[in-house]
């Protein structure tokens, strides 16, 4: 496609429950990154992937958050027994190789929202 | 650890007037310093990547400058714009093990007031 892609747009949850986020990269980028923003903050780092293999999940807050990307394209994040501090927007990102000196495009985001 | 900090938080001029949003970061030891733009409820959008090796981008009205001795990086904006009303964001990559992901600032949220 054009640019990342990611849905749904907006989710709500209730606490406790599991939710399942989508990224679409742009065809052809290698690297996909995973990101979450709060509320008047920057978004903080989650996951990268090259390929179809996690490069660095050193930003997963715990066990409960899992990423996978099977073909080296789409990208599942996968939270599991949400909590209301989860909340927050979940930002996707890709880049042409990885490179440290790639830009990286963002997709419009999802906004998860635990009740 | 990288830190990025961008001051103001928040700024707000009239139409036609040039401006600076500022940034700085701890580790000088960065690859490069990227500005992205945010839209209410959207995602970022990329502005200018900086590399290590230059000292400045431009883009039709925007430029950005680098100076990693003094860990400090500035968007200057010209002529502004109602249209340039959003939240300006700074990214640098970690400089010690993956240097893929993004260390971000909070942001300055830029009015331009027609």
């Known amino acids: 496609g054009a640019g990342v892609s990611q849905t749904p747009s907006n989710k709500v949850t209730e606490k406790g429950k599991y939710v399942e986020l989508r990224c679409d990269p742009i065809?052809?980028?290698?690297?996909l990154y995973w990101y979450r923003q709060s509320l008047g903050q920057g978004p903080e780092f989650l996951i990268y992937?090259?390929?179809?293999?996690?490069?660095?999940d050193s930003g997963l807050p715990n066990d409960r958050f899992f990423a996978v990307r099977p073909e080296g394209s789409v990208s599942t994040l996968k939270i599991q027994r949400t909590e209301r501090g989860d909340s927050a927007v979940y930002l996707c990102?890709?880049?042409?190789?990885?490179?440290?000196?790639?830009?990286?495009?963002f997709g419009p985001g999802t906004r998860l929202t635990v009740l | 650890k990288q830190e990025v900090t961008q001051i103001p938080a928040a700024l707000s001029v009239p139409e036609g007037e040039n401006l600076v949003l500022n940034c700085s970061f701890t580790?000088?030891?960065?690859?490069?310093l990227q500005w992205f733009r945010q839209d209410p409820g959207k995602g970022l959008t990329s502005l200018l990547l900086?590399?290590?090796?230059?000292r400045e981008q431009t883009s039709g009205r925007l430029n950005a400058s680098l100076d990693k001795s003094s860990g400090r990086s500035t968007l200057y904006i010209a002529a502004s714009q109602p249209g340039d009303s959003a939240t300006y964001l700074c990214?640098?990559?970690?400089?010690?093990?993956?240097?893929?992901?993004?260390?971000f600032g909070s942001g300055t949220q830029l009015t331009v007031l027609p």
């Open positions: 990102a890709s880049s042409y190789d990885g490179r440290s000196t790639d830009t990286q495009y």
């Open positions: 065809s052809g980028h290698t690297a």
């Open positions: 992937f090259q390929g179809t293999g996690a490069a660095d």
């Open positions: 580790d000088s030891a960065i690859y490069n």
């Open positions: 900086i590399q290590s090796s230059q």
């Open positions: 990214a640098a990559p970690i400089s010690s093990g993956s240097a893929r992901q993004l260390t």
